[in-house]
C-alpha cells in the first residue's frame, strides 16, 4: 500500500484544504475512520484541538465514547473539548429522523467549539465509502446533478481530508499502526438508513455488479461537482449582468432569462432562493415551476416556502420577501444613539415621511435586522500584522483612525461621494450606483456610512479605498452581515 500520509498531503494540497499556520478543530468519534484521522493529522504541522459531540442517545456507552477519545487527546498531548446535546428532543420538535437529527446538532456543536476555541477549519473523517452512501442515499430519495455532487472537500469552515480513502484502506491502515478504537453498537441497526446502505446495499452491488462500486460512485461525484460548478458559473455571470436588488428582494428581466438553457435557470432561482436561506422545503420542483412562471404572461404572484414571494410582472421576475405595513426602519425615539439598538433595514421599501432624514449614530453592539439577514457593529483594538483582514464579502473593517468625528448610519444623500483609489479620486455615489446598473427607483434607498465630510461604506460590500485597513491601524470598525442560514 502507497504511503496514506503522502497520498493525504497531496491531496490536501491538491484541494487547497488549510495552510499549515491554520488550527485544525478535529471531530473524533472514537470510531476506526476519526483514529484514523486523527493519527495522520497529528503527523501535520499543524496546532490541533480535538472535539468529541456526545449525543445523547446510548447512555453509558456514549460516556465511554467521550471518555475514549478524551485519553485518545492526552496520549497525542492535543488540547480536548466536548460538547453534549440532546438528539432524542431535537427529533421530537422538529419531526426529523434521528440521523439527520445527529448531523445537525453534530455540525452545530463543531461550529460553537471551533469558533471557541479560535479554529480556522473543522476536519472530519469522511471517506470514499461515505461518499457512495450519501449518493445511494440521495438517488434513493429523488435528487439533482447537485445532490450527485456529493460531499466536498472543502466548504468552509468544513474540510474532509480522507475522502479519497475507502472504508477497507482505512482499516488497514488502523490495524497496520495498531491504533485503539471503539465500535458504535447503532451502527449494526439496519432500521437506519446509513446502516442497511453500509452494510447490505454496497457489499451486495459490489459482490453481483461490480467490486469497485464504491470507486465508480466517488467518481460519478466528481464528474457532477465538475458539471454543477460550470453551471453556477454561468449562473454567476448571468446574475451580475441581469440580477438587481428590488424593495426586500432581487428582480430579473424576463428575456434575457428565457434565453438560458433550463439547467441554468434553476440554478439562477435557487441562488436567488438560498440567498434567503433556502431550506429543504425548497425542492426542485419549486424552483422548476418558478423556471416555468417565467413563460406566464400578466402579472401573477406565487406562494413560496420559508415566507418567500415570486412575483411576474409582463417582461420582470422578482423573488422576496413580500412587505408589510411599518417593516421600513423603526427609529428610536433618539435616533442618535445607536448603542445597543436593532432595528430593521430593508433597501428599496417606500421610506416614511420623515425617514430619509433620519442618521444614526454608528456605536459597538449597534445591530440591525436586513433582508441579507444581521448586521452588526463592533468597535475593537487591531493587532496589526499578526491579524488577517476576512476576506469575506459580509465581513467588512473601516479603519478608524481615519474617520472624521461621528460615523453616521444613514440613506444616500444627493451630492454624496467617496473615495474611489489609492490615489484619493472622488466618485459620486450616485455614479457608483448607476454604474452598478441600481434602477432609479432604488438609489435613493441605498444605506451608507458616512462621517461629517464623506461616505466610508455603501451596503453591502463597497468601502471607501481611504478607510482601508493599513499597517498604522490601531482600531477597526467591523461590520459583519450575517447571511440567514437554513
Not at 468601502?463 to 459583519?480: A, F, S
Request: proline share 5%.
Amino acid at each position: 500500500m502507497e504511503d496514506v500520509l503522502t497520498r493525504m498531503k497531496e491531496y490536501c494540497e491538491k484541494n487547497q484544504l488549510f495552510s499549515p499556520e491554520e488550527t485544525l478543530l478535529l471531530g473524533i468519534s472514537g470510531g476506526k475512520d476519526s483514529v484514523c484521522l486523527l493519527d495522520l493529522m497529528c503527523q501535520m504541522p499543524n496546532p490541533l484541538v480535538i472535539c468529541h459531540v456526545n449525543h445523547g442517545i446510548r447512555g453509558e456507552e456514549s460516556d465511554r465514547d467521550e471518555a475514549f477519545v478524551k485519553s485518545l487527546a492526552e496520549r497525542y498531548h492535543v488540547p480536548f473539548t466536548s460538547s453534549c446535546v440532546d438528539v432524542p428532543v431535537y427529533v421530537r420538535e422538529n419531526k426529523c429522523s434521528v440521523e439527520e437529527g445527529a448531523r445537525i446538532l453534530r455540525h452545530q456543536a463543531l461550529r460553537e467549539k471551533a469558533q471557541e476555541m479560535g479554529a480556522h477549519k473543522i476536519v472530519l473523517a469522511h471517506t470514499m465509502n461515505d461518499q457512495a452512501e450519501t449518493l445511494l442515499f440521495r438517488m434513493a430519495r429523488g435528487t439533482g446533478i447537485s445532490g450527485l455532487s456529493g460531499m466536498e472537500p472543502k466548504r468552509d469552515p468544513i474540510i474532509r481530508p480522507l475522502l479519497f480513502l475507502t472504508t477497507e484502506e482505512v482499516y488497514a491502515y488502523v490495524e497496520i499502526h495498531h491504533l485503539a478504537y471503539v465500535v458504535d453498537a447503532s451502527n449494526a441497526d439496519l432500521r437506519y438508513s446509513r446502516n442497511y446502505i453500509r452494510q447490505e446495499l454496497i457489499p451486495g452491488m459490489k459482490e453481483h455488479l461490480n467490486r469497485k462500486t464504491v470507486e465508480h460512485l466517488a467518481a460519478l461525484s466528481e464528474k457532477a461537482r465538475a458539471y454543477q460548478n460550470l453551471v453556477e458559473e454561468i449562473a454567476g455571470k448571468y446574475e451580475e449582468e441581469h440580477l438587481t436588488e428590488e424593495l426586500s428582494g432581487y428582480a430579473l428581466d424576463l428575456p434575457s432569462f428565457q434565453e438560458l438553457h433550463p439547467v441554468v435557470q434553476v440554478a439562477v432561482i435557487a441562488d436567488i432562493c438560498q440567498r434567503f436561506g433556502a431550506g429543504k422545503d425548497f425542492s426542485r420542483e419549486v424552483y422548476e415551476n418558478l423556471c416555468h412562471a417565467a413563460g406566464d404572461r400578466g402579472e401573477k404572484k406565487y406562494d413560496l416556502p420559508g415566507g418567500l414571494e415570486g412575483r411576474v410582472s409582463y417582461q420582470r421576475m422578482w423573488i422576496g420577501r413580500p412587505s408589510h405595513p411599518g417593516s421600513g426602519m423603526r427609529k428610536s425615539s433618539n435616533p442618535e444613539s445607536g448603542m445597543g439598538k436593532t432595528f430593521c433595514l430593508n433597501p428599496g421599501e417606500a421610506p416614511d415621511e420623515s425617514e430619509e432624514l433620519v442618521s444614526y449614530v454608528v456605536r459597538s453592539g449597534m445591530s440591525c435586522e436586513t433582508h441579507l439577514g444581521k448586521v452588526d457593529f463592533c468597535i475593537r483594538e487591531w493587532t496589526g500584522e499578526t491579524e488577517e483582514i476576512p476576506k469575506k464579502d459580509y465581513t467588512k473593517c473601516l479603519d478608524c483612525g481615519k474617520m472624521k468625528g461621528q460615523v453616521h448610519l444613514r440613506k444616500a444623500r444627493p451630492g454624496d461621494w467617496f473615495i474611489l483609489d489609492e490615489t484619493g479620486h472622488r466618485k459620486k455615489v450616485s455614479r457608483y450606483l448607476i454604474d452598478r446598473k441600481i434602477p432609479e427607483s432604488q438609489r435613493t434607498n441605498t444605506w451608507v456610512l458616512a462621517d461629517e465630510e464623506h461616505v466610508l461604506m455603501i451596503f453591502p460590500d463597497r468601502l471607501g479605498r481611504d478607510v482601508y485597513v493599513g499597517e498604522e491601524t490601531k482600531k477597526v470598525l467591523v461590520v459583519k452581515i450575517s447571511r440567514n442560514e437554513p
